[in-house]
Each structure stands twice: as C-alpha cells, then as structure tokens.
C-alpha cells in the first residue's frame, strides 16, 4: 500500500523568500517519490524525482527536496520564491513496482509580490 | 509542451449518458495512463495501458474501460454517467512502463 500526505493545503510566501512545502509519505516498499507542478490549464509537470540514490534531489527551476527514511518525509524546498512558481504542487509515491502514482491532496503556492 | 494531446478540452454530459476522451502520445511512448482529478484533489489512477494491454487498474469500476491503438492514440470510455464523474481527465504517456510521465493538459468532464 502507498499514501502520500501533504500538511499544508495553501502557502503563501512573499517573492524572494524560501518555499517549504511538507510532504509525509507511507510505502509497503521502496518508494520511488516525485513532485509535480500544475499550472492552470497547463498538464502536471516533473520538478524531481527520488528513486533510492542521494537523498537530496535537485529538480528543475531551482527546487530540491531531501528524502528521510527515518521520518517518512520528502519536504519540497527553493532558496528564493518567483512570482512564476505560484502553482499546485502536488507530492507523488509509487510503492516498489506497483504501476500506479499515488497523489496527495495537493498544496497551492501563492507568491505575494 | 509535453506532446501529449488531449481532446476535447472541455464536453458537458447529462447523467447516464457514454462519453469518449481522446489522447494522443508522442511517438515512441508505448505506455499510456489515465487519472481522474475531481475539483481540489489529486489526481487518481484510473487504468494503465502497456503496448494496446491494460496491464493495472486503480479502484474504478468496470463501466470506466480504454484502448490504446498502435499509432500511439489512447481512448477512455466511461458508460451511465455519473454526477461524481465531473472531473478533470489527465492522459499521461511514457517511453516504458516505469520511465517518466508526460501528462497532457487534461479533458474538463461535466456531468449534469
């Protein structure tokens, strides 16, 4: 079984400042993990990926996000928020083979200018 | 762009109608997904299809069915309509089963 929790459902940050979005996930096997962004009327795209090799992942447009196993988390974070990140986010998990993704809720950026 | 085509982008259904969503993957892509993403949720794994096989499905009902053709075009059918049907419909495609998702823009489905 996979689930994935997201804790926030709306952020808001001021342009310039960190983005910290939580993600807490829950795998019955090695997780592959991902974060996609979804901008209105636009399809989800990949920002990074975790499948088991270094912990922190760098992803496109300046995100990263740390895998820790001991606290089942993948936080999504990027040093300096731009009004173009104002988005959907959402935290993925596929459990071992297990061919679906599993989505959490959501979590919806805002970048106050 | 992701060259996954999704059409139409919008279609409004009466209850207990069948509708058909149309996606066209990019060349090379023998793997195609299809997610339900209801108003403020994350999407939902509807079926999987691998070389024209349906080869995993999430927990949907018998009445939501596909088929992938060999020019890399993917249908999802869903028969008696339902209100909880409206939906935002995502096709995604990949080189192979486990490799990266490219989604298209999605097919606003609402059921009245």
């Known amino acids: 079984a996979q689930s994935v929790t997201q804790l926030d459902s709306h952020v808001s940050v001021s342009e310039g400042t960190p983005v910290l979005l939580r993600c807490n996930y829950s795998?019955?096997?090695?997780?592959?993990l991902f974060w996609y962004v979804q901008h209105p009327n636009k399809g989800l795209q990949l920002l990074l990926k975790?499948?088991?090799?270094?912990?922190l992942v760098k992803g496109i447009n300046g995100f990263e996000a740390e895998f820790k196993k001991s606290e089942t988390s993948f936080h999504l974070t990027k040093p300096s928020a731009h009004m173009s990140d104002a988005a959907e986010y959402f935290c993925v998990v596929r459990s071992g083979s297990a061919r679906q993704l599993t989505f959490g809720s959501g979590t919806q950026l805002t970048v106050l200018p | 762009e992701t060259g996954v085509t999704q059409s139409p982008t919008h279609l409004i259904k009466t209850r207990g109608q069948q509708v058909t969503l149309r996606c066209s993957s990019q060349s090379g892509h023998n793997t195609v997904s299809w997610y339900q993403q209801a108003l403020g949720q994350g999407p939902q794994f509807i079926f999987q299809?691998?070389?024209?096989?349906?080869?995993g499905r999430g927990n949907f009902p018998p009445r939501f069915s596909g088929l992938q053709f060999p020019n890399y075009s993917s249908e999802l059918n869903v028969n008696a309509l339902e209100l909880d049907d409206s939906a935002l419909y995502l096709c995604?495609?990949?080189?192979?089963?486990?490799?990266?998702?490219?989604f298209g823009s999605g097919t606003q489905l609402s059921v009245l």
């Open positions: 299809y691998y070389r024209e096989e349906e080869n």
């Open positions: 995604a495609s990949s080189p192979s089963e486990y490799e990266k998702l490219f």
């Open positions: 795998s019955s096997y090695s997780p592959s």
């Open positions: 975790y499948t088991s090799a270094a912990t």
